[in-house]
Every structure is written in C-alpha cells, then in structure tokens.
C-alpha cells in the first residue's frame, strides 16, 4: 500500500500499468430529453372576483400529428387545479407525482373526516365520482400557491439536472391565508411554472400559442388586480369561452373540444368535455397567401 | 400458558420438540394485553373501531390516533405494543406506494394482506429479530367499477382493465387480520387484544355472513361491542376511536376516514345506554338484549 489513497484497492500501476479509462468511457455524452415528444398546447387562465377559471383544449399531438384526446386540466384538490401544456409523458409524471404527494399529506394530516367539506356532488355519476377517487386530494392541506411553491422547486431542480420536465403549468385556485391573517379569507390564486422552474403570476395566464393568441384577449378583459375584483364569474367564463374559440380558428394545434374547470370557495367544477360553440369561418374568405385560392 | 420454554425460547426461528415457536406465542401475549380492536365488515363498508386505554390523564384527549390510514381507502387498527404497529402501517404504506407505482392503481386490500402476512411471517424466521408484538386488522374498500389508471391520459380501451371475469362481482368492502406468525385470513368481524373474547362472541351473534348490517348499524355495534369488550377492566379510563370506509356511493366515497364526532357520539351514547340496560335486566335471555 502506498501513501496515495485514490490508488488503494487498485491494481498497482508499477506492475499493471495504467489504467485505460477509455474501456468504460461512453462513446457520447449523457443526454437527457432535448425536446418533448407528444405535446399537448394552449392552457388559459383568467382570475375573477372569488375564483379562477381555467381551460385547455383536449388534443395530444404528436408534431403536426393530432395524436389522441387527453385530459389537460387536473384537480388537484378542492382548492387547485393544474393545467399542462407541454409533453405529456411529463405531464403523467407529474400526476402520479402529485398523487403520490396527496396520499403522504393525507397520512400526515390524520383521517381528518368531519371537518372536510366535500364538494363532489352527490349526484354525480358512478365514473365520475370513480375520477374523484383517483385524484381529489382531499384532507390535503396543499391550496395553490403552496402547490405552486412545490412545482416551482421541482421543475428547477430537473432543469438544473439538465433533466427537465417539459411543461408549462398553470396553477389555479385558492390561495391559503397568509401566516398573520390565518382566518382571512381564502384568495384567488393564478400563477405559472415552466421547464426551467420561471415562475410567475398575473390576472391572465396562458402557455403555447394561447400566450399569442389568448393573452392580448383576456388582458382586455383583466388588465390588472384591480379590474379581477370588478368581473364576477359569468364574465370571466365567457372570455375564457371566447378565447378558446380564437385557439380553435387560428392555432392549427388545436382541437374544438376542451376542458372548462372553475374554482371558487364552493370547490372545483370541471367539466372535460366543452364545445366551441357559435363558430363562423366567414373570416377565413378573406384570407389570402396560401392553401387553394388561385387569385 | 401451560408449558414454559424450556429453553426452547430464548431464540427465534428455533422450534420446540413439540413443534411450537415459543417466541410468536410470547408474541401473542403482548397482543393480549392491548387494548381491544375490532373490525366489522358490513354490506356496505367496514368499521374499524379501537379501545384506546388512556395512560396518562397528561394526554391530550383525542390526540394520537392509533388507527392509521394506508393508501386512501384502507385502514389499520393493531393491539399490542403500539410502536410496532406504528412500524407495520409505516410498512404497509410503503407497499401500497411501491404498487401504485408499478401498477398506476391502488392496492387491493387482499393484496395488502398478502404482503403484510408475508413480511411478519419473516420476523418469525431469523435469530436476530423478534416477532411482531401485535395482531393488526385491515379494513378496505376496493372499487366496484372501473377506475382510472393513475396519471391516464385519454380514454383507454372501452373494455376497461382486463383481467375481470364476466358476471363476477369484483371490489367492495374487505377485512383482514394479521397475527404474530404472519397468519392472515379474510374475516367477516374480527377482534384482537385484551377483551377479544367477549367482542367476538358479540361478533357472532350479529350474522355478518348474512351480508344484511348496514355501514351506520356496523359503527353503532362496533361502539357496543368495545363498550362491552371494556366490562372487565373498567376501572381504566378508555376513548373509543372508530374509522370507517365506504363504497363510492357511501358516506366516505371510498375513503378510509375517521367516524364523523356526531355519529360517533351517538354510537357511544346508544352503546352505553345498552349497557345500563344489561345491568337492570340481567335475567333476561341473551337473545331480547340484542333486539334493541
């Protein structure tokens, strides 16, 4: 044994030789998901007076392919809901993730039955309240921002792996109240988390092309906090409606289905299978530059 | 008991020459001496219910649940030495996440069985450790009809799941329980610790086979049968702590939760006033007793 610990345990150089490192070298570097694979795209979100609502529409496409329907919009609770636009292999990820999350809560925040005001409807059907089962979370403590919170940290902790989850969430909801104000009343959440771990809110959110298409829309409707407090819930849906129908004309990425989901301190509704309705393409006579038009 | 080890106790995973592991039947000793649980499974649901004896007037009421919750929709109660029944949920949980995460579905309450029979049966097999010092009894609800994979995108094939028999009936409410040796077996109401004779001769006169006692019926006699199971050490202090879980359509919605307080309470009232009654009127049969 020699005085150089980084060679004990070693075949002796003096008699071996040295090591070849090039045997176990791998012939290219470690990489992780450069892009995302099938992806799913507009999720918008709108603050109004108690509440939020937020929508997505339901394809999964695989490039330019339209794949398969999917969910895009997930409750997390009574007092959350996500919205993924991105892969939505992640996105899975990040459901049972999350579901593994709220089973651990829940353990930790005892039985806790009586005091949990169940907002599943009693009659609900047996399948959807089979949905509840799977993901409501309820007796968890986890409202929005704290959600948010966690999400944020997760998603940078895989973009500083240089492993991101290729996702921008939006992140619906109640805010719990602040530590010196525990009995204030629960406020509307709204803020985003990309793959990079970027967080930030605003009274209208939007990821994909709805940060192009839907945005300028919904920031006339809310331009700020002040104007949330002015629009009740109607007029909130309505925009959101509105701008769910401007994805469907423009954004070729797009599918006239999609999932609607509202939370308020009653609890979450949502609804997985929204129209757009009203639709005229009496527009599209007037565009010119492409397709079939001869002139 | 009658025999003493002789010698062939000091080890586990050494047999007698008469064939017994003296250290499981030390085992099942401590489990006698703990406070009396009990589980009922009822047409509807199961009702797991504890006689938590206060040690020390220093506790806070209602403080330190002692039945724990595994996965969403299954409960545990366990007589005996309190931490190693906090160790078997901690274990259970453990097996419950490991199998959602390879299967993207809950785990079966007979496959949590399964694996818990199996991981105390181990403790009875090496020198180096000891049985477990409890008899624990799972309660569960599986799902009747088809649930969602966990983190399912889409609809999935119209069939749902495969693997289901036609006409079968599969899911529902489901009771184990789990001793020292790692025997396990699937029970209509099981009762465990130091008043279990008298909880289950109370059990039996219910009919459980018959399929006929509601969830509400289920929690009101499991307050009773822990009252009366309580009769023969009353001089101590107890609180009854009670869970339930219920199919979809149920009060809990297929979640394992605690008894709400009014309910409880009324069981508990209901539970002591036939008490009373039993003390009045000792002559009559045992049969009138139960009408009430």
Known sequence: ?295 | MTSIGTGYDLSNSVFSPDGRNFQVEYAMKAVENGGTAIGIRCKDGVVLALEKLVTSKLLKPGANKRISTVDRNMGVVSAGLTPDGRHFVSRARDEAAQWRSLYKAPIPTAALANRMGSYVQAYTLYSSVRPFGVTAIIGGWDSEVEVPVDGQVGAGPAVGAGGKKEGEKHGGPYLYMIEPSGLYWGYYGAATGKGRQAAKSELEKLDLAAGNLTLEEGVKEAARIIYVAHEDSKDKEFELEMTWVSSLSGPTKGRHEEVPQKLREEAERLAKKSLEGDDDEDDKPEGEKMEE
């Open chain 1, 1 to 295: 044994m020699n005085h150089l610990p980084q060679a004990w345990g070693r075949p002796r150089d003096d008699i071996y030789g040295a090591y070849n490192h090039a045997h176990l070298a791998p012939s290219h570097p470690t990489t992780h998901t450069q892009s995302p694979i099938v992806t799913g795209t507009s999720v918008i979100a709108l603050k109004f007076r108690g509440g939020v609502v937020i929508a997505a529409d339901n394809l999964a496409s695989y490039g330019s392919l339209a794949l398969h329907r999917r969910e895009a919009a997930e409750k997390f609770n009574d007092k959350a809901v996500l919205g993924f636009g991105g892969d939505v292999s992640d996105m899975q990820y990040l459901d049972r993730y999350l579901n593994a999350l709220a089973i651990r809560e829940n353990y930790s925040s005892g039985s806790g039955a009586g005091e949990k005001a169940s907002s599943t409807s009693t009659d609900a059907s047996e399948e959807e309240r089979a949905e509840s089962l799977d993901n409501e979370g309820a007796g968890t403590g986890m409202a929005a921002n704290n959600l948010h919170k966690y999400l944020q940290k997760l998603l940078y902790r895989r973009r500083s792996d240089f492993n991101p989850l290729w996702n921008h969430i939006l992140i619906a909801g109640l805010s719990s109240p602040p530590p010196n104000a525990p009995d204030a009343s629960p406020q509307p959440f709204l803020k985003s988390v990309d793959l990079l771990g970027t967080a930030f809110g605003a009274p209208s959110l939007a990821t994909g092309f709805g940060a192009h298409l839907a945005q300028p829309i919904l920031r006339r409707v809310v331009p700020d906090e002040e104007a949330v407090k002015k629009i009740d819930e109607a007029t909130a849906v309505e925009a959101i409606r509105e701008c769910m129908k401007v994805l469907w004309y423009r954004d070729a990425r797009s599918l006239d289905r999609y999932s609607l989901a509202v939370v308020t301190k009653e609890g979450v509704r949502l609804s997985e299978d929204e129209r757009v309705e009203g639709q005229s393409w009496e527009f599209a006579e007037g565009i010119r530059g492409y397709g079939t038009q001869v002139v």
